[in-house]
């Protein structure tokens, strides 16, 4: 039976619980509602790809997107320039595990795959940050 995509997501929302300190929740699955919660980690589904090596098996190799959101600001003096720095560090943070967990002997490789993206949204009424990065998880083969 293939390996499914949900152990690589269920991995790296462990691994990133762990490993991250500034942070007020991880979660493996896409949030409708944040509740007011700042900062929360989210790791998505974003694709797979099952290349087949000759006489080797099937690589498989799991793209992900870790979301981050940040509230703009709130009511406590908390300002968007410390929104931002908040933003920052925790980026900053998932480099740090991503880096030191690259290979573990559990997957062949993990790395970020492209260019993190910041955007402004609104959910539910209230101002976030959201930073999207997009990360692949290449597991040995089978």
């Not at 979660?27 to 700042?38: E, F, I, N, Q, T």
């Not at 992900?64 to 940040?70: G, H, K, P, R, S």
Request: no cysteine.
């Amino acid at each position: 039976m293939a390996t499914s995509r949900e152990t690589a997501r269920d991995a790296l929302t462990t691994l990133l619980d762990a490993g991250l300190t500034t942070k007020q929740e991880v979660v493996g699955h896409k949030l409708a509602d944040p509740a007011g919660k700042s900062p929360i980690v989210a790791v998505l589904s974003a694709g797979t790809l099952r290349q087949r090596l000759t006489f080797q098996g099937t690589r498989p190799t799991f793209y992900l997107t870790i979301q981050v959101l940040v509230l703009a600001e709130d009511q406590a003096g908390y300002t968007e320039a410390d929104a931002e720095d908040t933003l920052d560090t925790v980026e900053s943070e998932i480099a740090a595990v991503l880096e030191d967990n690259w290979r573990t002997s559990s997957w062949e490789s993990l790395e970020q795959t492209g260019p993190s993206e910041v955007i402004d949204v609104s959910i539910g009424g209230v101002a976030y940050y959201l930073e999207e990065i997009p990360v692949a998880m290449s597991l040995a083969t089978s």
